[in-house]
């Protein structure tokens, strides 16, 4: 947890504006899959922080 709670920070750093469900998305969205393990057995993945972050910076409303 506390790994995600740190990626979460990382998250709100570069884009203070994601909501809770936003930056559950996100992390959903960006996991690496874990290769032969059933979806039950791995959830989402393995967190992908780099892959998250970028995604977070992504959707700023000021991104460039």
């Given at each position: ?13 570069v884009n203070s504006s ?18 032969d393990a059933l979806p ?25």
């Open positions: 947890a506390a790994i995600v709670s740190g990626v979460v920070a990382q998250l709100l750093e994601l909501t809770p469900s936003t930056v559950k998305a996100i992390l959903i969205q960006t996991a690496k899959r874990i290769p039950a057995q791995q959830g989402a993945g393995v967190i992908n922080a780099a892959g998250a972050v970028a995604l977070a910076d992504a959707l700023h409303p000021n991104h460039s």
